[in-house]
């Protein structure tokens, strides 16, 4: 009992109020530590300490919010504090306790931090598969009308054709067919054929009047 009363007054006897908590930060950057108190501790002290929770562990409290690179903030209507840790490193990994000071043994959650390697991003990369995926969509969203355009031009120009043709044509056939093909000309131009019929000229014989 002595040694556990010892124990208490140089926090490392430690016991967790409730299950671990777990968190993940990155190298680098900073990560939020944030635990939970029951009602009626409102007003008590809370802090954040490492590995065994001894004096020298003790890293922020609320007396002091601000400490090197941990800042400390308690909300006392949500009943939650929350640690801040700044510029991880890879010793800042491992376990943590957040503790509420009060008379006799401190209520403390245990903490495990882990952490990872920082994602980054490449803005070159991204910029440059926006201007491709912008590209892209003009050239779907204009080279249609164009085509459209191009098509529509083909079209006239084959209509077009077709019925020169078809005129050439009917005027060859009909030139041919015609009764009195004997008698027109034998050149044909590309619109209009010129026809000459012979035409045997009628003479009124006048007889004059006999003398009586």
Known sequence: I???LFFTVALICVTSAVGVIHVTGYLGREVNVSCSYDEGYESYEKYLCKNDCGDSD????????????YT????????IFTTTISDLHSTDTGKYW???????????TEVKLKLSTAVT????LIETHSSAMYSALYVLFAVPPVLLLLIGILVVV?????????G???????????????????????????????MKPQWTEIHPREKV
Do not use: E
Not at 169 to 195: D, E, G, N, R
């Open 158 to 166: 084959v209509y077009k054709w077709k019925h020169k043709v078809k």
């Open 98 to 108: 957040c503790g509420v000071t009060r008379t006799g043994k401190d209520i403390y």
């Open 168 to 198: 050439i044509f009917y005027i060859h056939t009909h030139a041919q067919s015609h009764p009195l093909k004997s008698a027109c000309k034998k050149s044909i131009t590309m619109f209009s054929a010129v026809c000459f019929q012979k």
């Open 2 to 4: 002595l040694s556990c």
């Open 72 to 79: 400390i903030h308690d909300d006392k209507t949500a009943r």
């Open 121 to 124: 991003i490449n803005t070159n």
């Open 58 to 69: 003790v890293l922020i409290t609320t007396s002091n919010s601000v400490k090197n690179k």
